[in-house]
């Protein structure tokens, strides 16, 4: 009689079995091996923006990438600035005077020979956003526009600017932009700041849930640090640039001059106190004193 070749039934499913299994075991080994790569992208993007902020500075007397015209801080900083057509008239309207953080920041895009994916973290919390959402909505930013403008000829990463931005940059507009007299300690850059969220600035969140600002003692907890990082790896620190021009993964955020928070600011001028320093204010709108108080103290914002 011939022998009945190939898996019985109860041989398939026992082997589907194992197959399954090996995966389920496999799949959570893999994932910190993930997460880390992720994290080593986002590093590179912020050191090659640093390099091009040095580019740039070399062609403009040493100042970091700020859009001309002073002062939409101290006025009012929209985040839907016009990427095709700006207006610099500051003797006009509130809104004809209102600058973006990303608008400064594209400047790298115009000046500098950066790529707009550049600006993008693996783990940007919008794309997930929108990628999840029911139809799919996010829209990588291309630089198609209605005038029919090259990449060169823009302002702005489009409408909804801080959707094609994964990164917090140094106040530009206050009493303090960076520039490349900053201590190699600065930090210039980092993930985006945990107290801005869609493009709004949100405040702080129940117990345990960022962002949360840090209250420094003698025993700072590893949550009360996680609730105050930034939310593209998962609350568990942050890639930051600073001002010598290396970026590194910080598991806090007081990791600037002298242990400077580089998510808030000081609430004085001058002899900052150990809160100040570490802890610090959280921004609360766009007004002038929701700024840097000094050249030491660090203020990512978007």
């Not at 960076?178 to 969140?205: Q, R, Y």
């Not at 007081?254 to 242990?259: A, E, P, R």
Request: hydrophobic residues 30%; proline residues 7%.
């Amino acid at each position: 009689m011939e022998e009945q070749k190939g898996l019985s039934l109860i041989g398939l499913i026992v082997t589907i079995f194992i197959i399954l299994f090996i995966i389920a075991v496999i799949m959570p080994l893999l994932h910190p091996g993930k997460k880390i790569a992720q994290r080593v992208v986002c590093g590179t993007n912020l050191k090659g923006l640093g390099t091009a902020m040095v580019v740039y500075a070399n062609d403009y007397d040493d100042a970091y990438a700020q859009l001309p015209g002073a002062g939409p801080w101290s006025k009012r900083l929209g985040f839907d600035y016009d990427y095709a057509k700006p207006d610099f008239d500051e003797g006009g309207a509130e809104e004809k005077t209102s600058r973006t953080i990303t608008a400064s920041l594209y400047l790298l895009v115009r000046e500098a020979d950066v790529s707009p994916k550049s600006f993008i973290c693996p783990e940007n919390y919008y794309r997930k956003w929108y990628e999840r959402s029911k139809p799919k909505n996010y829209i990588e930013f291309t630089g198609e526009n209605a005038k029919g403008l090259d990449l060169v000829e823009l302002w702005d990463f489009g409408p909804n600017p801080h959707n094609h931005v994964s990164y917090a940059y140094h106040n530009p507009y206050g009493k303090f932009p960076a520039n490349g007299e900053c201590s190699a300690a600065f930090a210039m850059m980092a993930d985006m700041n945990p107290w801005f969220k869609k493009g709004d600035i949100i405040k702080s969140g129940p117990q345990n849930q960022p962002p949360q600002l840090l209250t420094i003692s003698d025993s700072i907890t590893r949550e009360q640090y996680k609730n105050s990082n930034a939310y593209h790896h998962g609350y568990e620190g942050q890639n930051v640039l600073f001002g010598d021009g290396h970026s590194s993964f910080e598991k806090q955020p007081n990791v600037g001059v002298n242990n400077d928070n580089i998510y808030t600011y000081w609430s004085i001028e001058e002899n900052p106190t150990e809160q100040d320093r570490q802890g610090g204010t959280a921004p609360t709108g766009r007004g002038p004193e929701n700024d840097a108080k000094s050249s030491d103290d660090s203020f990512l914002v978007l």
